[in-house]
């Protein structure tokens, strides 16, 4: 695309909420307001819930909302999406074309020239189904993917903002549950269930105090390795054979070798104990199958929801990140960059530097990022210390967060 | 006691770990060596694992430990307890004096004048039960129980050491929750379970968003009240007629008119889905309950642990008041007192205020302090205006937490 575009912009925000989604939407907006766009971008509107909001012309104009400095750091240290989120397929460019001839109809009602979409895997594919559409249109539109996902699981980009505040967030949690755990001198073992279905990259951030504090869970399944239930209860009974508190973290997404999730409860002693109709959850299933083999105290926790929300807790460098990628998306948008997603590549240099670029869509969405081999100890119950390495700088920085009687403040607009 | 007493102090930490055990362990730390204790108390000795460290003879000299203000600081933002805890129970004074002759040769041998004992409902147990039986014995010791909890029980004290960082962790991350659970259209309800088996504090503490930020859960269930289950269910069904993302806290402790609790599932759509064998856990009930009876999409998650333990999210209010009230307490065994907990009173001032005192540990020890009528509303489900009036003041403040390489420090010795 050569033609230079002068008109409106949208953006949306889609698939689950991360801490840092809004310091995105911010870098975008602050993109837009610092005439990075040279001009080209008159005025950017917010879409609500995601492309949803476009299709019921639900629509917040965010030039005019965002007119002091207070505003956009409110809206950095708000969780979850300011802008609301939504979960639309959208249906293939040939197989509905009445749908995508729908929202090019939206558009050119606004004279809508660029669409930013900050999201995780699912939000790219909309990306790439809309860049297929335009090729065969005759509408002039540039389409812009931003990463973010808790899960750091996104192909072509060194990490996705949103992860280092996810990992911030479990590293800590994880300290203060070591903590926790180490004031009683009876036998326990305590299993901390992470979020990650697919990758196991916010299981592996539980690792980070080995570098730091020098103190980690016992053990740490990730979802990269087929589960075994009999190595697993080998791997208790000797770490409590060397002290009386242990701590495993495992990843939701534990699967045993005959493919089944091991959160569905079917095999080992847990299965009488939960109906099949419930997904009883990977740490209850092994917190069951811990207390019929070994007998000891054991119990399990999820740290649920609060991984991908507790933005009172996110990370300096990955909030500060998550702007950059925003701004830098209006200028490559405006530079004529068109179906790619937004990427950092860290580069080889004795401190942690990114650099930002962007790359073709296509060879992004509909893929998953596995943790590496290389990051996975041989026995596949722990990290290696190059994945420390990996993960360090992306949890670093404390960001000053706004308070008021005691509360964060939050943006909602 | 009017003897002048002087010798050596042993101090311990007992019960659940709070965010703020530890800086009662420094107010009793900085006490003595700040010298309030007028010369009378040499060396401090901790006990590891409580009243279970005396008994092995396994002491450490707090006195010579504490050298530098640094090592005050990082032991004040320690989650859990820096000395060990235990869950031992005394036995009677009448019906083992064995058992307590054998402390009494323990503190004999050491010159222990002054027993400190930090804890919650089971630890002033202890210090009755020691207090008791000193009144009959020929050895002098001055015995100060501390009050700790997160559960805020305690009886003669406004509130206890621990509870406001554990109700801001709530507040704090319950709004950040209700950011998560925004950001969709579709019906939903989200069930978070708080800890607080007897007494409902802590979910309470849930909705401090009113007079903050304006928003907090749509419904709150306390233990102080019988639950309903088909008058919770209408409850629900209300709620869900006003807006589509219905977050509702419950305290684990809630239960049926029968005194069953909820989290055992007998009741209920749930009793067909979980095993007897299992305890399904409070909101996991109400899920299924909800799933059955009403069908939307819905999910329960438990904040586990970290109520107790994040100490990164601590109150400033509190720690400072955990820390003085540990000071005052030297003062007060040095001064004569003895048999007795130290206590808040709130005094009726405009600005928060509270005055330090100590009580007959008789009139507090093996007491529930439960939430107080005024501060639930008729309807059983939510708290009121006065309710969050008292609890605002406890999560005020943000302490300056120390942290290295993007983790809190913490100080284990």
Same mark, same amino acid.
Do not use: M, V
């Given at each position: 695309m050569n033609r230079i575009l002068i008109g409106n912009a949208v953006v949306g925000q889609s698939g689950g909420p991360t801490s840092a989604i809004n310091a995105t939407l911010s870098g975008v907006i602050r993109g837009v307001s610092e005439n990075r766009a040279d001009g080209k971008i008159q005025t950017l509107f917010g879409m609500r819930n995601g492309i949803e909001g476009l299709l019921r012309d639900d629509l917040i104009d965010l030039t005019s909302f965002f007119d002091c400095e207070e505003k956009y750091r409110l809206l950095e240290q708000t969780p979850a999406a300011a802008l609301g989120s939504c979960r639309l397929k959208m249906p293939e460019p040939g197989a509905d074309p009445a749908f995508y001839e729908r929202l090019i109809h939206l558009f050119e009602k606004r004279n809508i020239r660029y669409f930013f979409y900050i999201g995780g895997n699912d939000s790219m594919d909309t990306v790439l189904k809309l860049t297929k559409y335009l090729k065969t249109a005759s509408y002039q539109m540039s389409v812009i993917g931003i990463p973010k996902t808790i899960d750091n699981d996104l192909m072509g980009t060194d990490h996705t903002p949103g992860y280092g505040s996810a990992a911030k967030y479990i590293a800590v949690t994880v300290q203060e549950i070591l903590r926790d755990c180490a004031v009683y001198r009876i036998p326990a073992v305590t299993i901390v269930e992470l979020m990650g279905r697919d990758a196991g990259w916010l299981t592996a951030?539980?690792? /980070?105090? %080995?570098? &730091?504090?020098g103190s980690e869970p016992d053990l740490v399944y990730l979802p990269e390795r087929i589960f075994e239930m009999e190595r697993f209860l080998k791997d208790v009974r000797e770490a409590l054979s060397r002290h009386p508190n242990v701590v495993i973290t495992v990843s939701e997404g534990l699967r045993f070798a005959d493919g089944h999730y091991v959160g569905e409860g079917r095999q080992s002693g847990a299965t009488d104990v !939960?109906?099949?109709?419930? #997904?009883?959850g990977t740490g209850k299933v092994l917190e069951s199958a811990v207390k019929n083999? &070994?007998?000891?105290?054991v119990r399990s926790i999820e740290l649920n929801l609060p991984q991908r929300c507790a933005a009172h807790l996110a990370s300096a460098v990955d909030l500060s990140e998550s702007v950059t990628i925003g701004k830098d998306a209006v200028r490559a948008a405006t530079g004529g960059v068109t179906g790619e997603m937004m990427v950092m590549d860290r580069v080889d240099a004795p401190e942690y530097t990114v650099a930002f670029g962007h790359r073709a869509i296509g060879d992004i969405a509909n893929k998953v990022r596995k943790v590496?081999? %290389? !990051? &996975?100890?041989a026995a596949g119950n722990h990290v290696t210390d190059a994945c420390v390495d990996y993960l #360090?700088? /992306? &949890?670093?920085g404390e960001p000053e967060i706004l308070y008021k009687n005691g509360l964060p403040e939050h943006l909602i607009f």
């Open positions: 951030a539980s690792a /980070l105090g %080995r570098k &730091i504090t !939960f109906g099949h109709a419930y #997904l009883a083999a &070994i007998g000891c105290k590496e081999d %290389r !990051f &996975i100890n #360090l700088p /992306l &949890i670093q």
